[in-house]
């Protein structure tokens, strides 16, 4: 039972409004930007006096009492937007650091993706069983998924530290080998996103009918068979939609590279958004980002839609 | 949380629950071990930092000092930070609350002709799992055009957008589950639906609402990328904060500690207030939980 109405419209408008202005927009402006080259150059405009103030801010007086002046540049900052025909686009294909930082981020996501969708099922499995203290695990298992980003970034740079860190008992070179530093990135992840799968498929477990179980435990005994006959069908569309979002969310990957890695050693660990984020903000190379930005949101918007088309009839 | 048999069906001797109950304690505390382990850095002396033997356990290993703190909390780059996170993210997330509430309703109890609700609500979440790298240059140009760059008002207004979508997804479905004869009530009686959704559908969902805003705090909390691009000192940030903790010497982990737990604490305890709504809020009302 739903009303229909003008009314309604109101309630609506001002989200609206706001998410076309403040994303629309900017994602409209993005793309110019993307198909143009951008040069900011600081151009002096003008010179004014202006009175030398103390410390107290009091004009300084010159011996015959009149106020001391010094001379100050005016800059203006102009950028100028020419457009390029796709260079940007076409030299992102060209750019092996973007090849290399796709194929990185690429294996991030799959692999971390994978890894915590199956470690968050053995988890949920095993606290959807009768255990002591329950409720402060899953307490203390959510306290990852909202820890800051940046903050996770430097714990986990002090234990992976190499010489005398806690894991130094293990002679892994942590965050000194390409390689090694890779798959530390993942680990990071997977601590802290593996509590995210396991309290979503907790929740769901436990929102299988208790009939169900019962009635396949009739049919048999073994938990595998309960597991292929009842659980893992009934979690399915749910594995999917964590699966999804958990990718489209992965491919973001940058807080925890600015402070475990800074993309190293070399250029190891650099991720899609880190490598944008650098060729824009660092090298101030704003149209390039901008296509390389573009280019990711085209691979998140292709994933979005499969998520959002299996989450559409939840919103009815 | 618990509620019809949370066991599933599965009956198990107490010799069993004893032993999955230490499994999943030792789970647990692995994946504790990292904030366990910034708690203990915190509370060393900076040569102990990497000499500390073991575990690290404070009064065991070292003799536990507060002198990281201290000092801490005498910074005045660190009050600046923690107030300026404080401010964006109360602020962001009133901004998001009142424009997100009233779509929120809207989604939840009227008909929508041209664009099905379904699609509606959709395009609002979508906006959630958008790269924010994609917005950075146009939000950076225009605010630097306009002369906000290093100004928290610029963070507030991004920030707002972001989590926008958390109050709509956790509370459009709140107020689906609430009886609409209420408020039809409330019509007949000469109620505008502006009045009914006050004064009805809104105190009704205050649980739900007030779980949406700690997760929205959280999430404007933690932002790093825009911070990073807009604010320079004045309007710094505890992530922003925090990164300064690695200066030119090297990263000083002894307040790299401090600050990392400073800055957690807040969205952490926030979330564990928010528990129960976790699920619903970061899988899009995918699951009810």
């Known amino acids: 039972m739903r009303w229909s109405g003008k009314v309604g419209s109101l309630f609506l408008l001002p989200a609206v409004i706001w998410v076309l202005v403040f994303t629309i927009f900017p994602l409209g402006y993005s793309l110019y930007l993307s198909l143009h080259n951008v040069t900011s150059k600081v151009e002096v405009v003008g010179r004014e006096e202006v009175p030398v103030l103390d410390a107290d801010g009091n004009p300084v007086l010159k011996p015959n009492g009149e106020p001391r002046t010094r001379t100050e540049v005016i800059r203006e900052l102009n950028r100028t937007f020419t457009w390029n025909d796709f260079a940007n686009y076409g030299r992102a294909f060209r750019d ?111 929102g299988i009918p208790d009939e169900q179980i019962e009635s396949a435990r009739l049919d048999s005994n073994s938990n595998w068979d309960l597991w292929k006959t009842v659980i893992l069908p009934a979690l399915k569309p749910i594995i999917i939609i964590v699966g999804l979002l958990r990718l489209a969310e992965a491919l973001k990957l940058f807080d925890i590279i600015a402070t475990l890695t800074k993309g ?7 991720s899609y958004t880190y490598y944008a984020y650098t060729a824009g903000f660092k090298l101030q190379d704003y149209g390039y980002a901008s296509a390389l930005a573009f280019l990711l949101l085209i691979v998140v918007m292709v994933i979005v839609t499969f998520f959002f088309r299996f989450l559409r009839r939840t919103y009815e | 949380m618990s509620r019809r048999s949370m066991e599933g069906g599965m009956r198990q001797s107490s010799f069993a629950t004893a032993l999955y109950s230490l499994l999943a304690l030792v789970i647990t505390l692995i994946f504790f071990f990292p904030l366990y382990w910034a708690i203990s850095n915190s509370l060393r002396r900076p040569s102990e930092t990497f000499t500390v033997a073991g575990l690290g356990v404070p009064f065991l290993d070292f003799t536990p000092t507060l002198d990281n ?19 964006v993210s109360s602020v962001s997330t009133l901004l998001a609350l009142l424009l997100g509430l009233p779509a929120a309703y809207a989604l939840a109890r009227f008909r929508f002709r041209t664009i099905p609700n379904k699609d509606l609500t959709v395009w609002f979440l979508s906006q959630r799992v958008l790269p924010p790298v994609a917005t950075a240059v146009p939000f950076f140009f225009v605010f630097t055009t306009l002369g906000m760059q ?85 309007a710094s940030v505890m992530p922003t904060h925090i990164a300064g903790g690695a200066d030119t010497r090297g990263v000083q982990f002894w307040f790299v500690a401090v600050r990392s737990l400073i800055a957690m604490v807040p969205p952490v305890l926030l979330a564990l207030i928010a528990q129960r709504y976790i699920v619903r809020g970061l899988t899009l009302g995918a699951v009810k939980g």
């Open chain 1, 264 to 270: 190293g050693p070399g250029t190891a660990t650099q």
């Open chain 2, 69 to 87: 703190w201290l000092a801490e909390i005498q910074v005045k780059e660190a009050y600046n930070a923690f107030t300026n996170s404080l401010i």
């Open chain 2, 150 to 234: 290093d100004s928290l008002i610029s963070l507030i207004l991004i920030n707002a957008t972001f989590i926008l979508p958390f109050v709509v997804v956790i509370v459009r479905q709140t107020f689906q589950d609430l009886p609409i004869e209420l408020e039809e009530a409330a019509l007949v009686d000469g109620a505008s639906h502006l009045r009914a959704f006050f004064r009805i559908a809104v105190p009704l969902a205050a649980p739900a609402i007030a779980a949406s805003c700690l997760i929205m705090f959280a999430f404007a909390w933690n932002e790093y990328l825009f911070a990073l691009i807009l604010s320079l000192t004045e």
């Open chain 1, 96 to 206: 092996g650091q973007v090849r290399d930082a796709a194929v990185f981020t690429g294996i991030f996501v799959v692999a971390g993706v994978v890894i915590e969708i199956v470690l968050g099922l053995v988890l949920a499995y095993l606290f959807n069983r009768p255990i002591i203290g329950r409720g402060l695990m899953r307490s203390i298992m959510i306290l990852p998924i909202f820890a800051t980003p940046i903050a996770i970034g430097y714990l986990f740079f002090t234990v992976f530290y190499e010489e005398g860190g806690p894991l130094q008992w293990t002679g892994l070179p942590w965050l000194s080998d390409p390689t090694m530093a890779k798959i530390s990135v993942i680990l990071v992840d997977i601590w802290q996103w593996t509590p995210f799968c396991f309290l979503v498929f907790l929740a769901a477990l436990q």
